[in-house]
């Protein structure tokens, strides 16, 4: 048979790595910046841009996107050609898909800093950007399909299914959650409000984990770890019951993300059944990842690659039996709100994903520039530096939570609680956010070692740009017999659109009810929008990235209602574009903090914003003095007004003409409350409209004292 030769692209892999490395990097350190405000909040330098509210969500796209992201791409660009013996579809969309996704993540740095968000957690992006994302994706997508479609070898390997889920799944996702009406360049509002807003978020988020996190990395799982112990993968029917359970039964699983939510109980429900499900196959791909290090263990003591890969997958099942656990009602009662829900996606991403990939940086350096690891003690020695990271970030992590969580819920004798105020709370877990900060600084010099390591490996060798190959060409000819599985595996096509419609099933059942069906969204009559003052001041709310620290959600839980108040109803948040529940609170809730024994003075949030530390001594939020500086825009209130009606908020034809008028009056009010107590404002500050807002939350509905 005659063979056909041909050569792989490995510049595209080297420049992925090289992107991932940076990013990794500029993640980590803002992953740091953000642990250290938590004990030192001086340490945003009183800039408005580097606050935790703003670099939260920096840390988190940068990680997820760029360390990942680009890494996941690497392992993808340089495993496919290799699986399927042919050289990626087209060189130009490689490189449109490289300086494309760099280009988004040089976009995210700037505008997520500057306070362009749209709140949405993993998805806090503008709408450019995200129309970029959707572009490049596709790009993406077109690559690996055309790859696989172009192949010499005949079957799919099960490490190319994992990538095909990829690409289909986080395609639906992005584009379904982000749809937005845009208000200007670099301001949006969200499509959906409320409880809608929410489902789609979290069956967004906990898929974004799910296909951007997960079913890539198992797919390199199922290529690198097989060749870095010499062993082939130990079942391969087990990969397959692996594969289509895991991505049948993960985009049922997001509701478990609002349990005790407004949300209607029949999803929360729902949720929670498919969350216990996963275990299953997400513990089936562990197992067949570990068992295919049997005859090889030995190595593991040696070989640093196979020790990262080793740990990486024992966190990935420490983590997917954990999720399943908080999803029980009964647990996620102690868990929700608090950082173990922190700790456990950290282990996830520091433990699963990283250390997956820093085995198989030290696999591919080697490969690609033709030369043996520099040092391998350097590379066990980022291995226990990473380890003692993971350790030291994790468990004060889980003490931190579970502690908070008692606190939140100790009642005395005569049944009021005991920790009336939430700051007292704070204070007790401090030094456990210091030893956070820690093990941080461990994962990031291990981090650092390995970067010196890979490049003494690189320079002591040559990089190989062309890789020279050879293989048959694919003979087109119907083969009957054999395993089911493998005639889906020689039908690519046909095997995209069944993924396509394994992971439509669960998302069109969660979603469509909760649209069309009026009585999963009850409406309160005395529910009304935001004045044009109070919409300001959500949107500078959301700007400053405070739902990061505060929820808006009061659970129907007694230690819930106690502290802040009337439990929500859905109805309250039907004109919320976008809800903002929030899924942490190193602050209290703020739900009912315009009424009630919760209600405070305009010149307490006035002096509140301004030195918190003054106000509630031990305060570890950050103070906003250019709250005080800053005007509130006042050109773009009537463009707010006009979007927020196109998707459904009944503001009156031709309001926008009058809105400002309407915001200066209520501004004056509140100015003037303010001269009252002795202090002079003007009533055209960003503070004005702050604390509109924070008066008007729980104003709609009847508050039980």
Not at 153 to 174: D, G, K, P, Q, S
């Amino acid at each position: 048979m005659e063979l056909e030769k041909f050569s792989y692209d490995n510049k595209v892999v080297k420049y992925f790595t090289i992107a991932s490395i940076i990013f990794g990097v500029i993640a980590m350190l803002a992953g740091l910046t953000a642990a250290i405000q938590l004990f030192h909040p001086a340490f945003n330098f009183d800039l408005q841009y580097t606050t935790f509210g703003r670099v939260r969500p920096l840390h988190t796209n940068a990680v997820i996107f760029g360390f990942i992201g680009n890494a996941m791409f690497a392992g993808i660009y340089y495993s496919l050609q290799r699986l399927l013996k042919a050289r990626m579809f087209n060189d130009t969309l490689s490189w449109i898909n490289f300086w494309g996704w760099q280009a988004i993540l040089v976009a995210a740095a700037i505008t997520l800093p500057l306070g362009f968000t749209s709140s949405k957690e993993y998805a806090e992006l503008e709408w450019p950007i995200d129309i970029a994302i959707t572009l490049i994706w596709v790009v993406f997508g077109i690559n690996l399909i055309g790859t696989i479609i172009k192949r010499r070898e005949r079957h799919m390997y099960v490490a190319i299914w994992f990538y095909i889920a990829t690409f289909v799944t986080v395609a639906v996702l992005h584009i379904v959650n982000s749809f937005a009406i845009p208000v200007s360049f670099f301001k949006s509002y969200s499509w959906y409000a409320g409880v809608q807003d929410a489902l789609v978020q979290w069956w967004y988020g906990h898929n974004a984990v799910a296909f951007f996190l997960t079913t890539p990395f198992l797919g390199l799982m199922y290529y690198y770890l097989p060749k870095a112990a010499k062993r082939p993968v130990y079942s391969y029917k087990l990969s397959i019951i692996h594969f289509w359970s895991l991505i049948f039964i993960y985009i049922w699983a997001g509701p478990h993300h609002l349990l005790y939510t407004s949300l209607p109980d029949w999803a929360q429900s729902l949720g929670t059944a498919f969350s216990i499900m996963l275990i299953a196959p997400s513990w089936g791909g562990m197992l067949n990842g570990l068992l295919t290090l049997r005859g090889a263990w030995d190595r593991v003591r040696e070989d640093p690659i196979l020790k990262f890969m080793v740990v990486a997958i024992t966190c990935y099942g420490m983590a997917t039996f954990e999720g399943p656990m908080l999803s029980l009602k009964e647990v996620n009662a102690i868990g929700h709100f608090t950082d173990w829900i922190v700790a456990h996606v950290h282990v996830g991403a520091l433990g699963w994903n990283g250390f997956m990939i820093f085995g198989m940086f030290y696999w591919l350096v080697p490969k690609m520039w033709n030369t043996n690891l520099h040092s391998v003690k350097l590379a066990n020695v980022h291995f226990w530096l990473g380890t003692l990271g993971i350790i030291f970030y994790a468990l004060p992590m889980y003490v931190a939570g579970i502690v908070q969580s008692l606190m939140w819920q100790q009642f005395d004798a005569d049944g009021f609680l005991v920790y009336k105020n939430f700051l007292e709370t704070v204070i007790q877990i401090v030094p456990l956010y210091m030893l956070r900060a820690i093990g941080g600084i461990l994962y990031l010099s291990g981090v650092f070692v390995m970067i010196f390591n890979l490049i003494k490996t690189s320079s002591s060798g040559e990089f190989i740009a062309e890789e020279e190959a050879e293989a048959p060409a694919l003979v087109k000819k119907k083969i009957t017999g054999g395993h089911w599985h493998s005639a889906w595996e020689r039908k690519p096509v046909f095997f995209t659109v069944l993924t396509l419609i394994a992971i439509l099933i669960g998302g069109v059942i969660e979603m469509v009810p909760t649209f069309l069906i009026k009585s999963n969204i009850p409406t309160i009559s005395s529910v009304k929008p935001y004045t044009p003052l109070e919409l300001q001041g959500r949107d500078i709310y959301i700007r400053e990235g405070c739902n990061n620290c505060h929820s808006q959600m009061v659970r129907p839980l007694r230690f819930d209602t106690e502290r802040y108040g009337e439990y929500s109803k859905a109805g309250e948040f039907v004109y919320d574009h976008p809800f903002l529940w929030g899924s942490k609170r190193t602050g209290p809730d703020l739900a009912r903090e315009g009424v009630g024994k919760l209600k405070k003075s305009d010149t307490w949030h006035y002096n509140h914003l301004l030195a918190p530390d003054a106000v509630s001594a031990g305060s570890i939020m950050p103070a906003y003095p250019w709250l005080f500086e800053q005007a509130i825009d006042m050109e773009s209130t009537a463009d707010k007004i006009a979007a927020l009606r196109s998707v459904g908020v009944p503001y009156e034809e031709g309001f926008e003409e009058t809105a400002n008028a309407v915001l200066k009056i209520q501004a004056q009010t509140i100015a003037a409350n303010l001269k009252a107590d002795g202090i002079d404002a003007t009533g055209e500050e960003e503070i004005i409209a702050l604390i509109a807002y924070l008066q008007r939350l729980g104003t709609d509905i009847t508050v039980t004292q």
